[in-house]
């Protein structure tokens, strides 16, 4: 099972996050406490390998937003939450879909992206709220040719469960590897021990 940290603002994160295997690091670049510039996003991921994919993270984005974010921060993918305006990009496309009833059904029927990411439905922000969404609403069973990615509220405390009960390709960490709204080292570590 793969893993992506997300909400990275920091060099020392981003590094500590690579060398405890992550193989995804989230850029938040909607409006959120954890929102970042393109600029700051290539200048704290200069030493990051070609194996460890950089992914930004958008709220109902323009195509033309999402392409010049992409060339300025050299992201290797995009994760969209919120309204979908274009199905294809430059890089491949994490489509992100709210756990709430028959809304996630019709998202999943609806997108051709190799990629799902399931979340807690929005409140403030979309994405990052540290909710765990009720899991028993969603059966990754009926879902065919799909990554599914398991994103809300995950600490280390839970992750487990979560890769028993859904066998995903990868979970997604925000809120739960923080202390006081702020990445925790210590806590980046434990996850990423954890998950594995």
Known sequence: M?????????EEHVNTAVAHGAEYLGFV?????RQISPEKVKEITKAV???????GVFVSPSRSEVEWIVRQARLDMVQIHGLLKAETF????IRAIPVEGSTQEKLIQETSTEY????????RFVGGNGQVFDWSRLDTNSIKNKKIIIAGGLTSENVQQAKQLFDP??????????T??????NKIIAFLKKAR
């Open 169 to 178: 390709y990868a979970v997604d960490v925000s809120s739960g590897v923080e």
């Open 180 to 185: 006081n709204g702020e990445k925790d080292l």
């Open 29 to 33: 670049f909607a409006e959120s406490k």
């Open 116 to 123: 799902v990411l399931f979340d807690a439905p929005p409140q």
């Open 49 to 55: 390998p070609k194996r460890v994919k950089k992914v």
């Open 2 to 10: 793969k893993v992506k940290i997300c909400g990275l603002k920091t």
């Open 90 to 93: 430059s890089v491949p496309l």
